[in-house]
């Protein structure tokens, strides 16, 4: 079970059974057992408020996008399916493409899905395996997100008003409040 602290809250995620992982900040990599040239990484990307949610912008313009997470020498790129939603994190919707393509001489297929984290982040998840062996990776990538959840942060609970007294005999000015540290 991994644990990420995040501005939203505490985020607990359980990565698909003996995958390695790695990753720091804002990037997490995961890497199948025996499996050569797969992995699944999720990345969070900034982006300047008020970009239009990602289920507003075109198939053809968010697909075009998407080919930042191809391979740089990627050949005979083709668009094999677009998938709205393949799985929510906190109630909120994704978009999957998923591509085929040859690049050093093997044959590829790769999944780039994205949704809105924040209303200033989005969370990209990149899976890529040889074509033979896409499927079964895929699934089982996608299959890890139904554990994630999040915990929201609540906020410190106030420390209860101090009982009333009598007036003193010299007004006072109203001055702050104290702030008192609450443990929990």
């Known amino acids: 079970m991994l644990l990420f602290s995040d501005p939203l809250g505490r985020i607990r995620y359980q990565p698909p059974g003996n995958w390695n992982v790695s990753g720091s900040g804002s990037t997490l990599a995961l890497y199948p057992p025996s499996v050569t040239g ?9 982006h300047a408020a008020g970009i239009p949610e990602i289920t507003t912008f075109s198939s053809d313009d968010l697909a075009k996008w998407c080919h930042n997470y ?43 899905a994205v949704m809105d984290w924040t209303d200033k982040e989005h969370l990209t998840v990149v899976i890529t395996a040889l074509a033979q062996d896409f499927k079964a990776i895929h699934d089982t990538g996608i299959s890890s997100l139904f554990s994630w959840s999040l915990r929201k942060t609540e906020p410190p609970k106030a420390s209860p008003a101090p009982a009333p ?20």
């Open 165 to 184: 007294t009598t007036a003193a005999a010299h007004p006072t000015v109203p001055g702050p409040t104290p702030i008192r540290a609450v443990t929990q």
């Open 38 to 46: 797969a992995f699944m990484k999720m990345f969070v990307l900034g």
């Open 70 to 112: 191809l391979a740089t020498d990627a050949q005979e790129v083709k668009l094999l399916d677009e998938n709205p939603s393949p799985f929510m994190l906190s109630g909120k919707p994704s978009r999957e493409f998923i591509f085929d393509y040859k690049s050093s001489g093997q044959h590829y297929q790769t999944s780039v």
